[in-house]
């Protein structure tokens, strides 16, 4: 690959305040064509920021259920066109037999009124079970998640415009976070981080500074966390996937206030418990 794309740009502006208008600078993040090729064949298409490549395609494989294991990819190869990403992924024998499988079956003949069912039911594929987990975060924990989660926020300090996946594990913080202008982009980027570095999902909660919907519960469990914390709302069906799932989703976390949509037993008030 080429030298590195630049995640930001610095533009200039006209800025109206109070005290008056004046040009100024301001820099904002870059995103570009990210796409997924698998045997050759382009999958998906993402609009993503030009970083973590590597992470970006291991997670993407994982939480879509392409793999199953990093091990079932023999290579992943990057590629700068100028007008996007490519991003190679050789699968090894087996995963690549089950993805063709899968790409013929979501595929269907032109024309044909079924294969809209199909896509339907990928897209509302069965989540992960993560209801096992005896994991348990304190209601400090949880706020301080989201607080450490702000510190390692490097690109959305400089812009103010992208979203970050973290992941924490009681008694060591947040270990590890990756930003995107996509939100569902910067969780497979940590998924990818995740794995590449052989953290296991369900010693820890994720983190994220978007919305929640039903695509970041799946992903959440595929990565196999029992928790997700969030600064923002979740949606309805969100919620009955956590709970199908036996995930506890906590959201709207402001400074020291939050909301418990599902599995509230995971959470101690009081004296902090951990459970492993």
């Known amino acids: 690959m080429s030298a590195p794309r630049k995640a930001t740009t610095q533009i200039s502006r006209l800025a109206h305040r109070a005290s008056g208008t004046a040009a100024a600078n301001r820099m904002v993040p870059e995103e570009t064509p990210v796409a997924f090729s698998f045997a050759g064949t382009t999958h998906a298409v993402m609009m993503a920021s030009p970083a973590d490549f590597e992470d970006f395609a291991l997670g993407f494989s994982l939480t879509e259920g392409i793999i199953a294991a990093p091990d079932e990819i023999e290579a992943i190869e990057v590629e700068d066109l100028g007008a996007g990403i490519d991003i190679q992924i050789r699968l090894k024998d087996q995963a690549n037999t089950r993805f063709e499988a899968r790409r013929r079956r979501l595929a269907g003949p032109v024309g044909c009124g079924l294969c809209g069912i199909e896509s339907i039911e990928e897209a509302m594929r069965s989540v992960d079970a993560v ?9 400090n924990d949880i706020t301080r998640s989201v607080k450490l989660l702000s510190k390692m926020q490097p690109l ?18 947040v270990v590890m976070a990756r930003e995107d202008v996509g939100r569902h982009n910067a969780l497979d980027k940590l998924a990818g981080a995740l794995a590449k570095a052989g953290v296991d999902g369900a010693s820890g909660a994720v983190i994220v500074t978007s919305r929640v919907s039903v695509e970041m519960v799946q992903k959440t469990a ?11 709302a979740p949606t309805a069906l969100a919620i009955r996937t956590a709970q199908e799932a036996g995930m506890t989703l906590v959201a709207l976390v402001r400074g020291d206030d939050f909301d418990v949509f599902t599995q509230p037993d995971r959470v101690v008030f009081g004296v902090t418990q951990h459970v492993a």
């Open 131 to 139: 209801g096992a987990s005896r994991l348990t975060l304190g209601a």
């Open 156 to 173: 959305h300090s400089e812009t103010g415009a992208v979203h970050a996946a973290g992941f924490y594990i009681p008694g060591k913080g």
């Open 222 to 232: 595929a990565i196999g966390s029992a928790f997700i914390i969030a600064v923002s």
